[in-house]
């Protein structure tokens, strides 16, 4: 029987990429869900071999606006109690430090494109370092944080300190899309014509710089992910 990947979305043209093609060559079949909308039921936590959670435009702190958010928390919380396999992704990872008992908020800043990724000394034995030090890394996120009481920081950038973390060998959590793909990229920029518009970010710059520095991510997000993949029991 193939090994099954619940991916929960938020946004239709943020899709796993990087990630959900290595998951695809392993043999894993993705089961896309979207746990804002009312008739989506989700499996069992204990159910499926992976837990992947996309980035989304909302915050995690607003519940009152987007309820969903409770139920999606309450089921990543039930997941990490499991010690099952599950990969947070930007919002994804602020969703998990707050199923850890963290708070996330307002960054003060908005990242948005390709700044420099910084690892932690304790990033170094683990797979982060098939990611790089100081290697350009795509940005797209204005919350951030704290973490989860007794978990290291693995990341930071010169602007946001906390970017990563993990929790034992099954909870991955990124702050920052190693998943991108350079070939989807302009799904992106639609996606967020209004942000890009309202934060003033130079487009056609950030399409070049994407191109120009989306193959080599995808080869170092590729080693980085089948790594914690396969120290996570997932060859």
């Known amino acids: 029987m193939a090994r099954t990947a619940l991916v929960l979305s938020h946004l239709a ?9 290595i998951l695809e060559k392993k043999g894993f079949r993705l089961q896309v869900a979207e746990p804002a909308l009312p008739a989506t039921l989700l499996p069992d936590p204990a159910q499926p071999d992976l837990v992947v959670v996309l980035g989304g435009p909302f915050g995690v702190y607003e519940e009152e606006s987007y309820p969903h958010i409770s139920g999606e928390i309450a089921y990543i919380r039930e997941r990490l109690d499991l010690e099952k396999p599950i990969i947070g992704i930007c919002l994804g990872a602020q969703l998990m430090a707050r199923a850890l008992g963290a708070r996330v908020f ?3 800043t908005h990242e948005i494109g390709w700044r420099p990724l910084f690892l932690t000394e304790e990033a170094r034995s683990t797979p982060f370092a098939l990611l790089g030090d100081g290697k350009p890394m795509l940005h797209w996120h204005g919350d951030t944080f704290d973490l989860p009481p007794g978990i290291p920081n693995l990341a930071r950038t010169e602007s946001v300190p906390h970017q990563a973390f993990m929790v034992g060998h099954y909870g991955l959590a990124l702050q920052f899309h190693p998943e991108i793909r350079s070939g989807d990229f302009e799904r992106w920029l639609l996606g967020h014509a209004y942000e890009l518009s309202v934060r003033k970010i130079d487009i056609p710059g950030l399409r070049s710089q994407t191109k120009a520095l989306g ?6 997000a590729e080693a980085f992910f089948s790594r914690w993949l396969s120290g996570a029991g997932l060859p």
């Open 13 to 21: 043209f943020e899709d796993a990429g990087t990630l959900g093609k």
């Open 106 to 108: 307002p960054s003060g």
């Open 215 to 220: 193959g080599d991510l995808e080869a170092r």
